[in-house]
């Protein structure tokens, strides 16, 4: 994919206090973790005195595949950061956690989320004489944190947030404290859990199931939650939801709860929504694996067709979407998916698939269904024409890049050379939640922006 320069990041957040083997329950918790980033992960931990890091380009097995990595890492804190970001940013300096050295005591962090009013900001610290050592958004909140007057953290930290604006879901840690916080709309998710007498966070609960933790409850939106010797303490702030419902769509896992529900169960009723939609007489039903997997299901209920497995993923090559670099991503759709041509041949096809972003891969993949010998295809898609971009977080390339930014639904229905498509109406995708449709952001389908940007500034800072 052809990268806009911005400072967007999408990624994995997790942390840890209280437990004798903190980071290899972060390296764990990381590795649950992998799908929201796979260009570099980190650990940083602490002892109450020292802190340790590691930090590598890559995937978490990689970087942590020695053992004793791990036990380097030494203390009964830690927190952990999987990242996928864009060309601008991707540089070892801006591997997370980033750990700072304050006045008194060391600050590091990890972020998932994009802040939105960077440009002004920054140009003002730096004429102020800050010097920054990365060219990510996350590093700003530390320099505000750094110059607040405040004496707890917690107020430092809620004073950093009332001036950046955007999406973000954080853990921070000191030598002494664990820190989550979450901007006031909850863009991004971030949950907290139990295991044993140790306190966790994690963007997914996917990681809690791993690590055999339990998950208490989401991190509400506008909540900075401080875990220290004393426990939990949790300093409420604005709340006002506009959760992405992309994390329903398409990013989270199936097995995760996510802003409070069940994702496979809330991915099941887009599938549903779907056939109610725009059914058509059909002999199977088929995904596109994995993350349509469960929509599928969902569709294949509803309608009364059979659910087959007609396309087969290799799981070894990585997710398109996620993966940084042009080159990479077009390696070939067909080193990524096989046809089982058995079940394929002299059928009526639905194919679903979660969303469409370039199309370039699903035409790809229709082409290798109709080899296969498909009679028909129709292309079932869980959400609406992808038309804006999104600065919260999620690297959808510009309008003019966006297959429906240019391109009718008939249009699209031609290039892909199907026989027929029909994308999930905004109402249907925002009603298959148990939430009001008030509190999603559906922006990147509606260009209806809960915060307004400024993307002209945001490509200055990486352009000067
Ligand atoms: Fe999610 Fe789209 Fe909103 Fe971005 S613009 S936060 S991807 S719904």
Redesign the pocket.
Known sequence: MQRKKSINEKCGVFGIYGHKEASTITYHGLFALQHRGQESSGIVSTDGKLSYKHLGMGLVADIFSESKVLDELKGHIAIGHNRYSTTGASKIANIQPLVFNLFDYQIAISHNGNLVNTASLRKKLMEEGTIFQTTTDTELIIHLIAKSKSKKLEEKIREALNIVSG?YSMVLMTEKQLIAVRDSYG?RPLCVGKLGDSYVFASESCAFDLIEAEYIRDVNPGEIIVIDEDGLHSYKGKCNPKY????YVYFSRPDSRVFGEFVDKTRRQLGKNLADEADVDADIVISVPDSSNTTALGYASRSGIKFEIGLIRNHYIGRTFINPRQSQRDFGVKIKFNTVGGVLKDKKVIVVDDSIVRGTTLKKLTKLIRDAGAKEIHVRISSPPIK?P?????D?PSTDELIAGKMSVDEIKEYLGVDSIHFLSTKSMLSATNKDPSE??????TGD?PIKVNEKQDKEIFEN
């Open positions: 999406a863009f992405c419902i992309f994390e804006h999104c600065y919260y977080g999620l959808f999603f952001c559906s922006a990147c389908f922006y």
